[in-house]
């Protein structure tokens, strides 16, 4: 039985990990040809022989902020497996000196803006032009619940990050509709990902105070994540374009009484 993408050719960022590397797995069941992208080699190689070899997943290793890395990352999508069909621009970070506005200076503010946001605009811009020629494509963002509500604990840089790959994918979304590119973005909740887990290991009672805020009482998992991600890159969306894609377990359209 086909999978719901299958034959079809996806490019992953942050694909070693998380909700990236939940996804390039779902992807692969899905029957897609996948091209991971990301920095830990390592992992990346693992996931190629996991997942059935070269035939079916490549990795790519890149450095999400640099235009040559990243173009050279889709062009060996449309090199080796001969389109461009799906991008999910999924890499992101979250450092712990990213913190209130009065507390983050400069310098993490602009390296959190260069992986968080700056990479989503080179990678748009890498993959537009192959699915334009093939008048097909579905481009998934990364973005964040926090990008349409307030953090109850402050994060600057991440927050603005993912409010600005939001509003990108709005407008990419409206300017190439009618060229069957569809954009969307993905806005998830807390998750139960490594980043996740580093804030824990860090600072519990500031992570603990994340969780206070679900009505589900719960973090969302991966799995989960590439569930959503599935279905935007599918034609079961077919009619969804420049949407804010909220799975959240409900914290967007919840009022929590503070602490």
Not at 91 to 116: H, M
Not at 203 to 217: I, N, Q, Y
Request: glycine share 10%; proline share 3%; net charge negative.
């Amino acid at each position: 039985m086909a999978g719901r993408i299958q034959d079809r050719v996806a490019v992953v960022t942050g694909g070693c990990s998380g909700i990236g590397l939940a996804t390039v797995q779902r992807f692969v069941e899905e029957g897609a040809k996948v091209v991971v992208g990301d920095i830990d080699d390592q992992r990346g190689n693992e996931l190629v022989g996991q997942l059935g070899g070269t035939d079916l997943v490549t990795y790519v290793h890149v450095d999400v902020t640099d235009k040559e890395q990243v173009d050279a990352l889709f062009r060996t999508a449309k090199d080796t497996y001969g389109s461009v069909d799906i991008a999910f621009n999924n890499a992101g970070i979250s450092p712990p000196e990213d913190d209130s506005i009065l507390d983050t200076d400069l310098d993490a503010w602009r390296k959190v803006q260069e992986v968080n946001l700056t990479s989503v605009y080179l990678c748009c811009k890498a993959a537009l032009p192959y699915m334009l020629e093939q008048g097909r494509g579905s481009i998934i963002n990364t973005a964040s619940f926090v990008a349409v509500m307030g953090a109850a604990t402050s994060q600057i840089s991440y927050s603005a990050s993912k409010g600005g790959v939001l509003s990108m994918t709005r407008e990419l979304g409206v300017q190439f509709a009618r060229r069957g590119v569809r954009v969307n973005a993905l806005c998830p909740g807390p998750v139960n990902t490594p980043l996740l887990q580093e804030l824990f290991a860090a600072d519990a009672e500031r992570a603990a105070r994340r969780l206070v805020h679900v009505p589900m009482g719960r973090f969302g998992e991966p799995s989960e994540m590439a569930a959503a991600v599935l279905f935007l890159a599918s034609d079961d969306s077919s009619f969804m374009t420049a949407n804010t894609f909220l799975v959240d377990g409900g914290i967007s359209g919840a009022y929590v009484t503070p602490l």
